[in-house]
């Protein structure tokens, strides 16, 4: 069926350096990916979302590039800030509209 | 303004009783959502509905039942009710079922 992977549970940074975020999923429909980004007491909120294949989209300085021959869409910074400190889920458009959360990566950023 | 709003924000309630958790969002949608929150499962969807329609359901347990009384409203009532079920729940919507969703602030359910 349908999934989303997130392989890391944890991932821990000192401010300043880069960031990737895994995420890779499976459907044999076409594929529609999106971010969201909760912070610590608040609800999760969309970060980005995915556009064409191979086609890099950006907010706030995150950025992701669907990429349908690998099944990925990894969530990238150049250099992360304490304030990224959150909770990170990819979640998957799959065909019926439906949406399947990943599990989630934990982002702690240290000075 | 808020534009979803869920109540209350926080609910104590003892073991089998049974609570209501009340959801109503402002942003003209079409397709609104549950998903269950907890230390063992970061976010757990349970249900999706568009136009009032039931369309998802991954709740195994017939103990939570989500009402739609209007368009702008989905309401989860949950009976017999125990420890496993303290979680943060939140509301959700989209313009359609699959856009980007919007989440509530949430309710923190504790179960003693």
């Excluded at chain 1, 990170?88 to 989630?104: E, I």
């Excluded at chain 2, 568009?50 to 989860?76: C, E, G, I, V």
Aim: with cysteine; proline share 4%; aromatic share 12%.
């Amino acid at each position: 069926g349908d999934s989303v992977t997130q392989t890391e549970g944890l991932v821990t940074l000192t401010k300043g350096l880069p960031v990737m975020l895994n995420c890779t999923y499976q459907t044999t429909y076409s594929p529609f990916l999106f971010w969201y980004v909760q912070h610590l007491n608040e609800a999760p909120k969309l970060l980005l979302k995915s556009s064409t294949d191979n086609k890099r989209t950006e907010h706030q300085g995150f950025y992701a590039t669907l990429h349908k021959s690998s099944s990925s869409f990894h969530l990238q910074k150049s250099s992360v800030q304490l304030s990224d400190s959150a909770l990170y889920f990819c979640a998957l458009r799959t065909g019926g509209y439906k949406v399947v959360f990943g599990s989630g990566t934990r982002l702690l950023v240290s000075p | 303004d808020p534009k979803i709003i869920q109540k209350p924000k926080y609910l104590v309630a003892v073991t089998g009783s049974e609570k209501i958790l009340i959801c109503e969002q402002y942003l003209g949608h079409n397709a609104m959502y549950w998903y269950r929150q907890s230390a063992k499962k970061p976010l757990e969807f349970m249900f999706s509905y568009s136009y009032q329609k039931l369309m998802d359901n991954q709740t195994a347990s017939s103990r939570f039942q989500p009402q739609s009384s209007k368009k702008n409203h989905l309401d989860l009532q949950i009976t017999a009710l125990k420890p496993d079920d303290s979680a943060t729940y939140f509301c959700a919507s989209s313009q359609v079922r699959g856009d980007t969703q919007y989440f509530g602030p949430g309710t923190r359910l504790l179960v003693l």
